[in-house]
């Protein structure tokens, strides 16, 4: 985890590997489950992130970069929302607030895109791996879907107003693009 247990030796070998096989790109879960790094309040406000976090993500996308693999960088999970994570009523209380929703952007999606939009390897950012769960699973909050399309929109809209780098949104199961 970025601001946790990181392990810079790891993620070279990690690029080096996916090199080797003839790869060019990762996608790569920035926070797992929200249990660190990320600061976030028990009402939900969103604050930043710790030092460790962004050096541990400098060392990350610098590796990327020395390696020449493009990071699809995933910001947050469903497992944040998860009723077994530590802080989980925290970001159910985000994502039910405008207020703590724009804390979050501005707090943590603004200065992430500000700090690497010009590293030419992050070439997306996923607002949110397999969302759709959040929605349909009472242990993640069983969350409206209005709330979650604010989310996504307010996190796509911030990352375009500072930058060209693309949005794009993890789905669970094809099944979630159609009727």
Not at 1 to 9: K, T
Not at 46 to 67: I, Y
């Amino acid at each position: 985890d970025f601001g946790g247990n990181y392990i810079s030796s790891w993620w070279d070998a990690e690029f080096q590997k996916i090199k080797a096989a003839g790869g060019n790109s990762t996608r790569i879960w920035i926070s797992c489950n929200g249990k660190v790094g990320l600061l976030i309040a028990s009402d939900g406000t969103v604050t930043g992130a710790t030092a460790a976090f962004w050096s541990n993500l400098d060392d990350m996308f610098r590796l990327a970069q020395k390696n020449k693999i493009y990071i699809k960088a995933t910001l947050i999970s469903f497992d944040h929302f998860k009723n077994s994570h530590a802080n989980y009523q925290r970001w159910r209380n985000m994502v039910l607030s405008d207020e703590k929703v724009t804390s979050f952007v501005d707090n943590y999606v603004v200065p992430f895109t500000n700090r690497y939009k010009d590293n030419p390897y992050l070439w997306a950012i996923d607002v949110c791996n397999e969302i759709e769960w959040v929605n349909q699973d009472a242990a993640m909050g069983s969350i409206a879907w209005n709330r979650l399309q604010y989310l996504v929109a307010r996190v796509a809209s911030a990352v375009h107003d500072n930058s060209k780098v693309l949005v794009t949104l993890g789905s669970a199961a094809i099944k979630w693009n159609s009727d």
